[in-house]
């Protein structure tokens, strides 16, 4: 499963102002569950709050990918958030991170998960990539250009 498969444009939020760590996680969560209840909010922000405990999900390069497995959840479910100010969310390499992906997947399919997890990595890692999700001014425009960047 690609990024652009997992996300529709109730899932995406751009130029978000918010600059608090916790506020990020919840609104995530939020745009995660907007798109089907797989899981109650407080249980999803608890392991959420958990996961970035073991370490920060803060991968560089102004990317973060707080993400959880569950065994009462099916299907892969993301969401995805840009803060163009960035944040301090204590990435391994020490920089504001501008660009976060919620990801919420099955304990009992560990492989699917954890190959969306490199994809969005990879996806993301690139400057021209970051960018231009950084440029979108609606969550339509961010989808548009994931599908335009995954035909090259």
Request: hydrophobic fraction near 40%.
């Amino acid at each position: 499963m690609n990024l652009i498969d997992c996300l529709t444009a109730q899932t995406v939020e751009v130029n978000s102002t918010l600059k608090d760590p916790e506020l990020i996680l919840s609104r995530l969560v939020d745009l995660v569950l907007s798109r089907e209840k797989i899981m109650d909010r407080e249980t999803l922000l608890s392991q959420i709050h958990a996961r970035e405990k073991l370490g920060s999900t803060g991968i560089g390069v102004g990317i973060a990918i707080p993400h959880v497995h569950h065994k009462g959840v099916e299907g892969l479910h993301v969401a995805m958030m840009t803060v163009p100010a960035g944040i301090d969310f204590h990435a391994i390499d020490d920089q504001p991170c501008t660009v976060f992906v919620i990801v919420a997947g099955p304990s009992n399919n560990r492989e699917e998960y954890l190959r969306l997890l490199g994809e969005i990595s990879r996806v993301l890692r690139t400057d021209r990539t970051r960018n231009a999700v950084l440029a979108a001014k609606t969550p339509e425009e961010l989808l548009k250009t994931l599908r335009e960047l995954k035909k090259d």
